[in-house]
């Protein structure tokens, strides 16, 4: 009897599973056994053309159409489609976007403003007509089907001013890699507010092209150009020669322009040689500059690009860190000050010029060299001959003169006059500077305990101070210029070539009645005792300005200083 039952019950779960299954069957059917029909277009049709009226960006452009149905009765979602005239597939659309109600709704309303926004990245010129092909598409499930159409448009009158811009192309730093792009920095007008001037400091490889886009990614706009003139849509810009550049692109008149920027350097009170010296930073990538610089002494200081006073980089007004070039402050709607300096030491400077902010940071350089053990005597060997004894206070040996030395020389230092005692050199080239053509130009090197002897760069006449603390050798020159002039303000100053020994020469135009000084602006300014003379005695902060050109003309003029550069003479020849 219990046997009966346990049959019974087996057969009527049997029964239940098989009718569970045969509903399940009926509402999953398989994907072949079920349709899904094609939306049925609407509106817009292939033969409207309309206007996109920037005065009235908002107002739309709607697309509707009629449901598709799914023969199982499936939910339907739908979207829309755009992409350029001819497309079938639609699998790269410069513009996919669902319609509302999570997809449901049969219609999609764009408003003119994205649709012209949208031919302009994809490179539909302005005021002109625009035909590209639209689909919508029906999703079901795995199943999809779609009807297509045509849009015909007229573009806005002029083309949207980009309000951002990135630097891409094999030309730059991001290897040409688009979601990579380097931003530029937007600058601001007279009033502080957004203007549409865009610049970049960046690094270009000759021969290869870059452009600018409003976006990281495609659709977008793109310039191009040549000779500093932008072309929407144009071909990539080709780099002239390799190197660090500053790029200023000007939205308003369609230009570009490029100053190559050799280096930016730290002038001022705080760095050997003050508002007369310049110690180099480093290019490390991506707009930013440092090295590491020893400071000493607190006070202003700028940075300098090229060794050029037209172009210093100083603190905005107000803010902690933040530099603007002098420049270019007044247009900007802000005001600039020597950058403060409370440091002493050895600190990494580094100016970052990147677009988010240029700004300037101070830290410390804590890496450890090792003091050398001064000795109670110094001397300077050329070639083996000792030429000069340096003065000693405390760690410190230094020549209050000028040392006219030469390339073709070697020297070296050591602690004895006869050159037995313990040898110095130097990790570096003397009178090497990326300002050769400075006022004053210095530069500090490591000082090493070694028997290797050093040489110059060029001939040069040079002042040497020597630390064994730090240790380093400090090296200064000056550099001179003929002042000529009858109204101080429209002075020229012609840099003079130096030759061995402290002499410096130039031949350029005189004008008769005008007068001349011979300045190493301002810390040598040498006239004469004799100033009508065409030679005679130079003789400095005490000289007479020279009036001795009687004729127009082009002259020789050439002076001679002694070591010490308190006194001299010179020459003029027509």
């Known amino acids: 009897m219990k046997n009966k039952y346990l049959h019974i019950a087996t057969l009527v779960v049997i029964a239940l599973i098989a009718l569970v299954s045969c509903d399940t069957e009926d509402n999953l059917q398989p994907e072949g056994q079920w349709t899904l029909s094609m939306p049925n277009i609407l509106a817009p049709t292939s033969d409207d053309v309309i206007v996109l009226d920037e005065t009235t960006p908002n107002e739309t452009i709607t697309f509707n159409w009629e449901a598709s149905q799914s023969s199982a009765g499936y939910a339907v979602t739908y979207e829309v489609l755009i992409d350029t005239l001819g497309t079938t597939d639609f699998s790269t659309p410069i513009l996919s976007i669902e319609s509302s109600n999570n997809g449901t709704e049969t219609s999609v309303s764009i408003s003119y403003e994205t649709i012209d926004q949208l031919l302009s990245y994809s490179g539909y010129q302005a005021n002109a007509e625009a035909s590209v092909s639209f689909a919508v598409r029906a999703n079901s499930l795995s199943k999809s089907a779609q009807s297509t159409g045509g849009l015909n448009v007229i573009r806005f009158e002029n083309d949207e001013i980009a309000p951002r811009l990135f630097i891409s192309g094999t030309a730059t730093e991001n290897n040409n890699i688009l979601s990579e792009a380097i931003a530029l920095k937007r600058l601001t007008d007279a009033n502080g507010t957004n203007s549409n001037i865009h610049e970049v400091y960046t690094s270009l490889v000759a021969g290869e092209t870059y452009k600018f886009y409003s976006e990281r990614s495609l659709p977008a706009l793109q310039y191009g150009g040549s000779d500093g003139a932008l072309e929407l849509f144009g071909s990539g810009i080709v780099a002239e020669n390799s190197g660090q550049y500053r790029i200023r692109v000007n939205l308003d008149t369609n230009t570009y322009e490029l100053l190559q920027i050799d280096f930016w350097s730290m002038v001022g009170t705080p760095v050997l040689g003050g508002w007369g010296g310049d110690q180099p930073l480093n290019y490390q990538g991506n707009g930013i500059w440092s090295a590491s610089i020893n400071l000493l002494e607190t006070g202003g200081f700028a940075f ?37 300096n409370n440091q002493i030491g050895l600190y990494v ?32 060997f050329e070639n083996g001959t000792m030429v000069m004894e340096f003065s000693k206070s405390g760690d410190v040996f230094s020549i209050s003169e000028f040392l006219p030395m030469q390339a073709s020389s070697t020297y070296s230092l050591n602690s004895a006059m006869d050159g037995s005692g313990i040898s110095y050199s130097v990790n570096g080239i003397l009178a090497d500077s990326a300002t050769p053509d400075g006022d004053s130009v210095s530069d500090a090197i490591t000082l090493v305990e070694n028997s290797n002897t050093f040489t110059l760069v060029t001939d040069r006449a040079l002042r040497l101070n020597i630390d064994f603390s730090v240790p380093q050798l400090s090296w200064t020159y000056y550099n001179f210029k003929l002042f000529h002039w009858q109204v101080w303000e429209e002075r020229t100053e012609t840099l003079m070539t130096y030759l061995h020994p402290n002499t410096f020469t130039v031949t350029t135009s005189l004008n008769a009645g005008f007068d001349t000084k011979f300045i190493s602006p301002y810390d040598y300014d040498l006239g004469s005792d004799d100033p009508s003379a065409s030679t005679g005695n130079l003789i400095n902060a005490g000289g007479s300005n020279l009036l001795n050109i009687d004729e127009d003309g082009t002259y020789t003029s050439t002076i001679i200083l002694e070591n010490d550069y308190q006194t001299g003479t010179y020459e003029f020849i027509q």
């Open 304 to 340: 300098r690009a090229n060794g050029d006073w037209a172009y210093l980089l100083k603190r905005e007004v107000g803010t902690p860190n933040t530099v603007v070039l002098e420049s270019d402050a007044e247009n900007q709607g802000v005001m600039v000050e020597d950058i403060p």
């Open 349 to 380: 400077v580094t100016l970052d010029l990147s677009a988010e902010n240029y700004s300037f940071s101070f830290e410390e350089d804590n890496t450890v060299v090792e003091p050398i053990a001064t000795p109670e005597q110094l001397f300077l």
